[in-house]
């Protein structure tokens, strides 16, 4: 089965800091990988995502996540952090083998928050 | 504007009462999900539907039942089975994954439901 790890239930950083939120998996196959954003009271919000092309990947809002198969891992980061950036982040992966192709698996969650 | 809807935002239920939350999607997409969201445990499957008329129990179904007679609307019954039914809701919807070819998954808004 696959799972996904997130390291650290809070971050906390300063306005205009690199964030820097930690995604380790495991999936027996070459994985789909996700981050989206939640802000308070609401649905969760696509970032990013990473479907085996480039292993650097994009997203809104100016994060970017690289994904590195020998460390198993899909680290979000941002140059310079926002105060509007203050949400929670979820990592998660996707199944794409048997019977539940599809299904997502996400981390625990990690709370960010940027001080002035 | 093209959409998750879900209703209502916030629901109350007595002990031994069954209750509905709904989803409706206009993205004509075929797939639709629901999660349930603890603090600190990330998002869980509770049920999921890749076709109308068809669904599949998600990880955590027990205490949770579901139609999908529309390819619009997916509701979620909270039964009195559900002995801990407090949490926030969230409905997701895609087009069809397909194996070796997840997709995006959009959610809406979520619904929170406190139990008197």
């Known amino acids: 089965a696959q799972s996904v790890t997130q390291l650290g239930s809070h971050v906390s950083v300063s306005e205009g800091a690199l964030v820097l939120l930690r995604c380790n998996y495991s999936?027996?196959?070459?994985?789909?990988l996700f981050w989206y954003v939640q802000y308070p009271n609401q649905g969760l919000q696509l970032l990013l995502k990473?479907?085996?092309?480039?292993?650097l990947v994009k997203g809104i809002n100016g994060f970017e996540a690289e994904f590195k198969k020998s460390e198993t891992s899909f680290h979000l980061t941002k140059p310079s952090a926002h105060m509007s950036d203050a949400a929670e982040y979820f990592c998660?992966?996707?199944?794409?083998?048997?019977?539940?192709?599809?299904?997502?698996?996400f981390g625990q969650g990690t709370i960010l928050t940027v001080h002035p | 504007d093209g959409g998750i809807t879900q209703s209502p935002k916030y629901l109350f239920r007595k002990e031994g009462q069954n209750v509905t939350l709904s989803c409706e999607q206009n993205l004509n997409h075929d797939a639709m999900y629901w999660y349930r969201q603890d603090p600190g445990q990330g998002l869980r499957l509770i049920y999921y539907s890749q076709i109308v008329n068809d669904f599949q129990k998600g990880d955590i179904a027990e205490g949770y039942s579901v139609s999908r007679e529309k390819k619009e609307s997916f509701p979620l019954t909270v039964t009195s089975a559900q002995k801990n039914p407090t949490a926030f809701y969230l409905c997701?919807?895609?087009?069809?994954?397909?194996?070796?070819?997840?997709?995006?998954?959009?959610f809406g808004p979520g619904t929170r439901l406190l139990v008197l």
């Open positions: 998660a992966v996707s199944d794409i083998v048997g019977t539940s192709y599809g299904k997502l698996t």
């Open positions: 990473y479907t085996s092309a480039a292993t």
């Open positions: 997701a919807s895609s087009i069809r994954p397909e194996p070796q070819n997840p997709t995006t998954q959009y």
């Open positions: 999936s027996s196959v070459p994985p789909y």
